[in-house]
């Protein structure tokens, strides 16, 4: 949970200016096959969090993190010979974040890797749909890097929808291969071992970290008011899967870096449902269960509601809340035992529940809003979140929308 808010404005300007000068239209019933402008999304958040259980310090120590970032995504389409709609979608987004508990990598420096850092990670899909047979197939790739990591994806994915319309299949396989630094905290890295720090990271070894994720999706129109969908996303993770400047104290008093199996089964499976209470009421509702093999279990349920005040305004309350066990190997501050294959004192992992609610509000109307015809909609959001280890966090969060 994090993202941005501050640029979507500018964005949308510059967005909506271009498309007026090139004189972009909609062509898709067009005898011309040409590529044309379908839809353009920008995103800006802030995000805010405290607590004292960084994983950094052991388990314990502040968890004070702030992030800022922004995103765009930009569809074109156009029709090839036999009447296919081929589609094209660039996303990027990019995230700024200062992290207290990071720049306790090496206390006796400034210049700790990650205590401020970027994220950027952008990605292109294709998709080609036959209407005629209800086929659709995609690709995509992507790109995700920060100082201590990068991170290169690729995948597939393949619908199929009914005849009348009422039920889709889907199907997605994404495999990402990542490598990380080896950045170890100061007082556990052997003797001429570089800091970590961006002056001083030549030498540090990469290690890697690959990711292999499905998903299987079945949604159905029951009636006029309701809709399902089921999925499930199971998954598979080797290599690195601990995070090396994670400090983990044991009960004799001895320090170690944080250990964890280098492999991991996931398997979710959830539940959507959208009511549809008459014209002014939509409800959306979402539960999942989730188990692995490192003994993790979790329960996720979440409901909004949507209120149209009015044909071009409404107001979104939302609320959700998840249940977790920790996974086997993980022990607070000081409880690890030194015999144990793995450890880790990462709060992320460990028993807890928590709640986030918020409220939303969205504007849209076929004319445009400002006067500007192709400006859609806007949408801004705000969520509390607090989790029962004493981690709170705020997001705040504006969405616009051009077509």
Request: glycine content about 8%.
């Amino acid at each position: 949970m994090k993202k941005l808010v501050l640029s979507a404005g500018l964005l949308a300007f510059l967005w909506t200016s271009s498309l007026k000068a090139q004189g972009v239209a909609d062509t898709l019933t067009s005898p011309v096959r040409k590529l044309t402008f379908e839809e353009a999304n920008f995103v800006s958040s802030y995000y805010s969090q405290t607590g004292n259980n960084a994983a950094v310090t052991g388990g314990t120590g502040s968890e004070k993190l702030t992030d800022v970032g922004g995103g765009f995504n930009v569809t074109f389409s156009m029709l090839d010979r036999k009447s296919r709609k081929n589609s094209f979608t660039l996303d990027a987004s990019i995230e700024k974040y200062t992290s207290a508990s990071s720049d306790q990598i090496d206390p006796a420096t400034v210049s700790s890797a990650s205590r401020t850092d970027e994220h950027f990670y952008p990605s292109l899909v294709w998709s080609r749909k036959n209407e005629k047979t209800g086929h659709t197939f995609g690709l995509s790739a992507a790109y995700s890097t920060e100082f201590d990591y990068k991170s290169y994806g690729g995948g597939l994915f393949y619908t199929k929808t009914a005849p009348d319309n009422n039920s889709e299949f889907t199907a997605r396989l994404n495999v990402f291969l990542d490598t990380w630094k080896i950045i170890l905290p100061a007082e556990l890295r052997p003797e001429g071992y570089p800091t970590g720090a961006r002056e001083d990271s030549k030498g540090i070894p990469y290690k890697p970290r690959n990711s292999y994720n499905l998903s299987f999706g079945y949604s159905r129109v029951i009636n006029p008011d309701l809709q399902l969908m089921l999925m499930v996303d199971p998954s598979y993770q080797e290599g690195l899967l601990s995070t090396p400047f994670h400090r983990v104290y044991f009960n004799d008093n001895s320090l170690r870096v944080e250990k964890l199996p280098g492999k991991r089964m996931k398997l979710p499976a959830s539940i959507r449902a959208n009511y549809f209470a008459g014209d002014r009421l939509v409800l959306r509702s979402f539960y999942r269960f989730y188990a692995d093999d490192w003994g993790m279990t979790a329960h996720t349920a979440s409901l909004e509601t949507v209120f149209k005040v009015s044909p071009f305004f409404s107001v979104t309350p939302h609320y959700r809340f998840n249940a977790q066990t920790g996974i086997d190997d993980f022990a607070p501050y000081g409880e690890s035992s030194p015999v144990s294959e793995y450890y880790t004192s990462d709060f992320d992992l460990s028993k807890f529940s928590s709640h986030f609610a918020g409220l939303g509000f969205r504007f849209s109307t076929p004319g445009g809003i400002l006067g500007v015809s192709s400006w859609k909609s806007m949408e801004l959001r705000y969520g509390y979140y607090g989790r029962s280890t004493g981690l709170k966090a705020h997001i705040v969060s504006l969405s616009v929308q051009f077509r």
